[in-house]
């Protein structure tokens, strides 16, 4: 088994920050294997972070992933961690995480012949990307414009500015409607986004939350099966649909 170093990573997914590789995503995607296998220096077993920040959608075990977990990131990206050791699993399904949180240990379970970490990524159709440009942040977990609306929603509410939305941004939420808020610093980036998704009927960007606004909102929250009332209520589900954290 060949070995090498994984150079220049910025976003790593084993806690010690050493990956190396035992199996690319280049060589044998087209034998069906969609993501890299890695492990640490000296074939040492290490912890498994998140590589960024987002929801988890899996955590479970199957026959040939063994123990694993899913997150689904910012701009709908995937990404796959396998073969973890039971009971080492720490987070469930509709947790929030943060970049570098724990999600557990490497191990041996499923389809596996050697403790070793697989990491895929996954765009929203579940076509597998190459997880190295990720790895080594030349690409990027969130798209232009949704991360100038989360970086204008992190000012407005008073959160660390790093335009990657997660429990933090989250948590600072505050309720929005055109009786509660309505000319919140926030309303700008809403109706600014809103207008990025194709929501025309929320007008001009004027920063006022008026009867065009609670308009667009009604129509998002239809569109992504929230409650259908045009107020954004803190912490809830359409806070969380604007902020793609679920
Ligand atoms: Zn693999």
Known sequence: MSVTLIKNIKNPVL???????TGDFL??????????????????????????DGV??????SASGGYFVEIKHANELITR????????????????????????TMGNTGNSTGAH??????????????????????????????????????????????????????????????SINSKHPVVRYIQTYLKELGY????AVDGIAGPKFTKAIKHFQKDNGCVVDGVITKQNKTWKKLLKLL
Do not use: C
């Open 200 to 203: 025309s009927e929320v007008g």
């Open 27 to 52: 060589t044998r995607s087209k034998d069906g294997h969609k993501g890299m296998d890695m492990i640490g220096k000296n074939k040492s077993i290490d912890d498994v972070i998140a590589i960024e």
């Open 117 to 178: 970490l697989h990491f895929a990524v996954y765009d929203k159709k579940r076509t597998p990307l190459d997880p190295l440009p990720y790895l080594q942040g030349k690409l990027n977990f969130v798209s232009d414009y949704f991360q100038l609306f989360i970086k204008g929603v992190q000012t407005s509410l008073n959160v660390a500015v790093d335009g990657i939305p997660g429990p933090k941004t989250l948590s600072k939420t505050i309720t929005i409607s055109s």
């Open 81 to 104: 961690y396998l073969h973890m050791k039971k009971g080492s699993i720490k987070v469930k399904k509709n947790d929030l995480v943060k970049k570098g949180d724990i999600l557990g």
């Open 56 to 61: 988890v959608i899996t955590s479970k075990y």
């Open 15 to 21: 806690k010690k920050k050493v990956h190396y590789l």
